[in-house]
């Protein structure tokens, strides 16, 4: 199956998608704000595929994909936008790309062999200062300009998390075993956070330029064990004050 949309005009466009079976491509094309992109493949889907592009601002973008072998790409090019991937299932993939400000990203992923990959470039402008308890974010947090959330459970998963500009905040969970995440942050008043639980798994945080928040990295040493919850995090403020989770 093949659907194909495309909207125009000033914006508040809306667009839903269901795809079952094997091999289903869906593309949904918005320029204008506020649109909506809800593409659902599931029902034991197989080697779906789903692109979602959006021009505007404040334009928000669901997907969820349940199945193996599944792709999902997000694209957002202006401000104010939202991207939630679901993908429940074996050797998924998901790719979100946000190219301007006050973003947010979740992707949540379970089964494995899944990856996730998440890009984001919140240009210049941004709060100018980050939260002193990191804690577990919730979708558009105040205290950041952009940030991003990844949440995988199973194994042999891999998470990478790119960020440039101002007041971005990376906040990965993996539970499972010999899974990968790879944090690389550029920029002003940054902040990551990455938990993991089960054995085997490594983690790897990057960051560069003023006023960043420390990265900290926790594993539970309980083999084969994938529960998140059980993460002792252990975050830091921009004075180096240390809080467990």
Same mark, same amino acid.
């Given at each position: 199956?093949?659907s194909?949309?495309?909207?125009?005009g000033?914006?508040?466009?809306?667009?839903?998608?269901?795809?079952t079976?094997i091999?289903?491509?869906?593309? !949904?094309?918005q320029?204008?704000?506020?649109g909506?992109?809800?593409?659902?493949?599931?029902?034991?889907?197989?080697?779906?595929?789903?692109?979602?592009?959006?021009?505007?601002d404040?334009?928000?973008?669901?997907?969820?994909?349940?199945?193996?072998?599944?792709?999902?790409s997000?694209?957002?090019?202006?401000?104010?936008?939202?991207? !939630?991937?679901?993908?429940?299932g074996?050797?998924?993939?998901s790719?979100?790309?946000?190219?301007?400000?006050?973003?947010?990203?979740?992707?949540?992923?379970?089964?494995?062999? =899944?990856?996730s990959?998440?890009?984001?470039?919140?240009?210049?402008?941004? *709060?100018?200062?980050?939260?002193?308890?990191?804690?577990?974010?919730?979708?558009?947090?105040?205290?950041?300009?952009?940030?991003?959330?990844?949440?995988?459970?199973?194994?042999?998963?891999?998470?990478?998390?790119?960020?440039?500009? *101002?007041?971005?905040?990376?906040?990965?969970?993996?539970?499972?075993?010999?899974?990968?995440s790879g944090?690389?942050?550029?920029?002003?008043?940054? *902040?990551?956070?990455?938990?993991?639980?089960?054995?085997?798994?490594?983690?790897?945080?990057?960051?560069?330029?003023? =006023?960043?928040?420390?990265p900290t990295?926790?594993?539970?040493?309980?083999?084969?064990?994938?529960?998140?919850?059980?993460?002792?995090?252990?975050?830091?403020?921009?004075?180096?004050?240390? *809080?467990?989770?």
């Amino acid at each position: 199956n093949t659907s194909n949309v495309a909207q125009g005009g000033t914006g508040g466009n809306t667009a839903n998608v269901t795809q079952t079976g094997i091999f289903g491509i869906s593309s !949904v094309s918005q320029t204008g704000s506020i649109g909506t992109a809800n593409v659902t493949q599931r029902d034991a889907s197989q080697n779906q595929t789903s692109y979602v592009t959006q021009a505007g601002d404040a334009d928000s973008a669901t997907v969820d994909q349940s199945g193996d072998t599944n792709l999902s790409s997000v694209d957002q090019q202006a401000n104010t936008n939202a991207a !939630v991937v679901k993908q429940n299932g074996n050797n998924n993939g998901s790719a979100v790309s946000q190219l301007a400000a006050n973003n947010a990203a979740r992707v949540t992923q379970t089964g494995n062999g =899944n990856s996730s990959n998440v890009s984001q470039n919140s240009l210049s402008s941004g *709060a100018g200062y980050t939260h002193l308890e990191l804690g577990e974010p919730v979708l558009n947090d105040p205290n950041y300009s952009s940030y991003v959330v990844v949440q995988q459970v199973g194994d042999v998963l891999g998470s990478t998390v790119t960020t440039t500009g *101002a007041s971005n905040f990376a906040f990965v969970q993996q539970g499972g075993s010999n899974n990968t995440s790879g944090v690389l942050a550029t920029g002003t008043n940054t *902040a990551a956070f990455v938990e993991q639980a089960g054995s085997g798994n490594s983690s790897s945080v990057s960051q560069s330029g003023v =006023n960043n928040n420390y990265p900290t990295t926790s594993e539970v040493p309980n083999p084969g064990g994938n529960n998140i919850a059980a993460a002792a995090g252990v975050h830091a403020g921009l004075g180096g004050e240390l *809080a467990v989770a």
